[in-house]
């Protein structure tokens, strides 16, 4: 019998992740199935233990579920401490051990299907929020210059800021990376190489709106959102003067191909699948 993963979730249909897992399990000649949960609001950790009863043997977790996914663990890894917020679960037994993938598939498609170097470069995180505090610490790993994180709240920017600054220490002859934070107003006259958008903005449409100059030569302004065309902070980048554009669905293919990783031992190869549902986004 096929093994069983799953994505929970609340709303769950509109899913990419049963056709991205299909597609490496294909590829990789996995016995595997994959499917999407819709989890009670109030009842994800039954629906994990229904799940783990049934033979389940790992689970990805998505909004609202990941906070709670954390606290449902016994065991962590580092970087899901770090985001405090876990996507991937890991069935051991009736233990459950808990991943955060997000951050290694942002850092994997910019630097790998993206082709840019991050070590050294100066960064720009908008949002200070789940999505932001789930890519912070393998941002740092990546040894930029420097990470600054702007939200409307500077309080909680700057909490978080202080939160990592704690990891931000020197590597041999090179800082990880000094984190700083604040406001839009804060980083008038700065400018950066990589701008990333961590909030929620392009789900509803909304432009965020940046100082002028922020975006240095060769810049890479980058949307964990994705839908059908650029965003609206991919359109404003363009127009400010951002070198490059990209959009979040590289993230979410690589996010899954390390969970994949974590499960099977297997190592995706994931250009053919992002190119796959990139044409499908688009047609």
Not at 160 to 170: D, G, N, Q, T, V
Not at 176 to 195: E, H, P, Q, W, Y
Request: with cysteine.
């Amino acid at each position: 019998m096929s093994e069983r993963y799953c994505v929970f979730g609340n709303p769950i249909a509109h899913s990419k992740s049963p056709a991205i897992h299909a597609l490496f399990a294909a590829n990789t000649a996995q016995d595997m199935t994959y499917e999407a949960l819709l989890a009670p609001v109030d009842g994800f950790a039954a629906s994990v233990r229904a799940f783990i009863e049934a033979g389940g043997r790992g689970a990805n977790v998505t909004v609202p579920f990941k906070e709670e996914a954390f606290r449902l663990c016994k065991q962590l890894s580092e970087r899901a401490q770090h985001a405090g917020a876990v996507n991937t679960l890991i069935f051991r037994g009736i233990e459950i051990f808990g991943d955060n993938t997000d951050g290694a598939g942002l850092v994997r498609d910019i630097t790998q299907n993206l082709g840019f170097a991050l070590a050294g470069k100066r960064i720009l995180l908008l949002g200070a929020g789940g999505a932001a505090r789930g890519v912070i610490k393998p941002l740092l790993d990546t040894r930029p210059d420097s990470l600054f994180i702007a939200n409307r709240s500077p309080e909680k920017a700057a909490a978080l800021a202080a939160e990592f600054s704690e990891i931000a220490i020197p590597q041999g002859d090179f800082l990880r990376g000094a984190v700083d934070a604040g406001n839009m107003a804060t980083i008038a006259g700065k400018s950066f190489d990589l701008v990333i958008n961590a909030t929620s903005a392009s789900l509803s449409g909304e432009t965020i709106l940046l100082p002028a100059g922020i975006f240095s030569p060769g810049s890479l302004a980058y949307d964990m959102m994705y839908g059908k065309g650029e965003t609206p902070f991919l359109q404003t980048a363009r127009g400010q003067g951002a070198a490059r554009c990209a959009d979040g669905l590289g993230m979410l293919v690589e996010q899954a191909a390390e969970a994949f990783s974590l499960w099977r031992g297997v190592v995706p190869e994931s250009s053919s699948v992002l190119a796959e549902l990139r044409a499908n986004l688009a047609a």
